[in-house]
Every structure is written in C-alpha cells, then in structure tokens.
C-alpha cells in the first residue's frame, strides 16, 4: 500500500503531510512525498537550498515517527499536478493528499487550479486537507 502527498513548505503542506502521515500509519502503508519545483535558470540558489532543507526536515520527522518514507523530488519544468499524479499512478498510489489554502468569498467560487485538477484526473482516493487556522 502507497499513500502518495504533494509537499510544498507551507501551513497548507504541512497538514498535508500530517494528514498523509496518519493515513499511512493507519493503513501500515508507504507513504511517498512528493515535491515538484519549475527549476531551471530562473530559480534562485537560495529558494532551491530552503526547499530542500524544508523536505529533508519532513523526512526526517516522519522517520522519527516509524513512518515509511520516501521522497520524490523533481525540478523539470512539468506542472506539479503531472509530477504529482505520475508518482501516484507509477506507485499505484491507495490515496493521494494534498493540502489547500484557505480562500476569500471570491476564491470559494472556484477550487484552487492544482487541487481541482488532482481532485479530477487522480485514479485513486483524494484526501484534501486544511492548515489550521490562526487564533
């Protein structure tokens, strides 16, 4: 069993990767993070180390929390929600967690363009998830 998450260094990824993290130990399963960056000479170095650093650090606490773990990282100019969905086909992902940002009166009228398009394409069960919100 694979439980596949879309990570970005953010209170929207984080819950994903909780959420993802709980799925996984409940179902005793994998679970595979995955980071999908535009790369290429626009990108700063410095972006480019923090995400990294942001990823190795989420790796490392789900290792500390017995979670199977595995990280999957590209910087090929795809579009996240192919990057995502291919890892998630090519595993034969059990379920896919993304988070979302929480949105304006206007932003409700529509889903975010890469969680409706996962929500959409995905072969497999969508967890989406919300970061809490501040008090």
Known sequence: MTVV???IDSPEGQAAVNAA?????????????????????NEHAEDVIAERDAMESARDALLERGIDVEVEEFARGNDPVQDLLEVAEARNADLIVIGLRRRSAVGKLMLGSNSQA??????????AVKAAQNT
């Open 5 to 7: 998450v879309g990570y």
């Open 21 to 41: 993290a709980e799925e996984a130990a409940r179902r005793k399963s994998r679970l595979v993070l995955v980071h999908s960056a535009h790369g290429g000479r």
């Open 118 to 127: 996962i929500l959409l394409q995905a072969e497999c069960p969508v967890l």
